[in-house]
């Protein structure tokens, strides 16, 4: 059994639960301890102890803690990838990408724990200094979804530190094995105790045992639209900090002039790679009169011939689905577009291979409108739907029509379109000739309306949610 790790220590549980490789549901991959509620109270006691000392621990500190660990991730690559397309379904090369992308993300953190400034200023009363600093917000929850099982964990984890704040961590139920490494990789590489604990266990006791907790000082969240919800409310009423990312249903717009590879690239990439998994997925395919029937055909074809299969296999593209859940909520959507009128135009079968895994062939839906429930709800699966329009200001509308507003996507060669697109797609990133998904680690990341609440994470705006900022007023 893999254990809880709170204030240094490894802490083993009374129940254990399985961690099941969805391409192969006979491999048990490891059992994790499961925290209750006073496992998750005494890590985040453990964690408020820590941090004074951390708090003033200085850059060089953290520095050399978050460089150790980005070496360590770096040189397991190979080991933390098979992991993470073990525990996940990411295809090998995604896991491994993912996983170089979390060592990245520390090396990122450790150079801006040296560069943390603030500003000296004159003030309007003469004599009178002003310094304005950033410190850091105290004990912050971090709560993870399965997606990106060491990715996000990094890219919430690595700031917290590097800005000297302690950290309590919950995953995601299904991903605990990426956690466990990771965090035993930032113990080992010498965190003071207290200073990063793991709770892994179920949302509704470990994450709301944290929500509960008035030591919580701030709580980055990253899952489903629901859960984001109550780390709301739940934080509001404790006048908590808290950021949110959730849901998205990101619209690609293929323009007439598009160049149709770069097109197809950008629409099979976006809409089914990492099965389909991802916030930033191309949901809603949103192409123009003379393109719409070369793109269609073709984007049929290839989607019929991704090759889906165990997430370890060579020649496998698209990975299984991450559990019998998931993939029961594929297909009831699978089916809603069918009877509201959707034209399943390639996949959407069940696909049999070696072992008994969740694989899905992805699914392509064309002569969809904009008001049909698999264009409006988020259905986190390789399910992606053509809806037809007259021309790019219809595009736009359609594209901007949405509850959600994480990644926006055109494909154009005209700098006309893609300028106005860049200024006017309602969402926090914009794509040109890109997929919608795929994103730079040193960079800001998130959405404006129901996607994204509270600052922007990754890169320098990190230091936004992470740190809070003091003035200080001194008369020598
Ligand atoms: P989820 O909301 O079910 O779970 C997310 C986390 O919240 C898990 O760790 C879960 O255990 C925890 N949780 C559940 N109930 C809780 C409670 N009552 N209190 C506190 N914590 C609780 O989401 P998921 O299914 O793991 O992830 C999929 C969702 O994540 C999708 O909606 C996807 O779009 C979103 N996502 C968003 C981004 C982004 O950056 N915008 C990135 C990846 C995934």
């Not at 009363?125 to 993870?144: A, F, K, W």
Request: aromatic share 6%.
């Amino acid at each position: 059994m893999k254990p809880l790790l709170i204030n240094g220590e490894h802490i083993t549980t009374s129940n254990a639960l399985e961690n099941r490789n969805p391409s192969d549901e006979n491999d048990v991959i490891d059992t994790h301890a499961q925290a209750g509620i006073a496992e998750t109270q005494t890590a985040i006691a453990a964690a408020r102890a820590a941090f004074p000392a951390w708090s003033r621990s200085g850059p060089q500190a953290r520095h050399d803690l978050l460089r150790a660990v980005s070496d360590e991730i770096l040189a397991r690559r190979a080991e933390l990838g098979e992991l993470l397309a073990r525990e996940e379904g990411k295809t090998l090369p995604e896991a491994i990408g993912e996983t170089v992308r979390a060592a990245r993300i520390f090396d990122f953190f450790a150079g801006e724990a040296l560069r943390l400034t603030g500003d000296i200023v004159p003030s309007v009363r003469p004599g009178v200094g002003v310094e304005i600093t950033r410190e850091p917000v105290g004990v912050v929850g971090v709560i993870s979804p399965w997606n990106f099982p060491i990715a996000i964990p990094a890219w919430k984890i690595a700031p917290a530190l590097c800005y000297g704040n302690t950290v309590v961590f919950k995953p995601a139920e299904l991903v605990p094995g990426c956690a466990w490494a990771l965090i035993d990789i930032i113990q080992r590489a010498g965190a003071p105790a207290g200073v990063i604990n793991l709770v892994t266990g179920p949302g509704g006791v470990v994450g709301q045992a944290m929500l509960d907790a008035p030591e919580v000082d701030a709580i980055s969240f990253t899952g489903s639209v629901d859960t984001g919800r109550k780390v709301a409310a739940a934080s509001v009423a404790r006048m908590r900090k808290f950021q949110l990312e959730m849901g998205g249903k990101n619209p690609l717009v293929v323009l007439d002039d598009a160049d149709l590879d770069t097109a197809l690239d950008c629409a099979i990439n976006g809409a089914f790679y990492s099965t389909g998994q991802r916030c930033t997925a191309s949901s809603r395919l949103i192409v123009t009169e003379a393109i719409h029937n070369r793109f269609v055909e073709e984007l049929a074809s290839r989607t019929r011939a991704l090759r889906v299969g165990h997430a370890l296999h060579n020649d496998t593209q698209i990975g299984p689905v991450v559990d019998a859940t998931q993939l029961r909520q594929d297909l009831d959507y699978i089916r809603i577009g069918r009877s509201q009128g959707g034209n399943l135009r390639a996949g959407g079968d069940l696909v049999r291979r070696d072992t008994p895994g969740h694989f899905l062939q992805p699914a392509l839906f064309t002569d969809t409108t904009n008001d049909m429930r698999i264009n409006r709800e988020e259905v986190f699966g390789p399910v992606a739907a053509v809806i037809r329009v007259r021309d790019y200001d219809e595009a736009l509308q359609v594209a901007n029509d949405t509850e959600f507003g994480l990644s926006a996507g055109i494909c154009t060669t005209s700098l006309k379109h893609a300028s106005h697109f860049k200024r006017n797609a309602r969402a926090g990133m914009v794509m040109v000739n890109l997929p919608t998904a795929g994103v730079d680690y040193h960079v800001p990341f998130g959405g404006t309306k129901g996607s994204s609440y509270g600052a922007r994470e990754q890169g320098r705006h990190a230091a936004e949610f992470f740190t809070t900022v003091k003035t200080a007023y001194t008369l020598p």
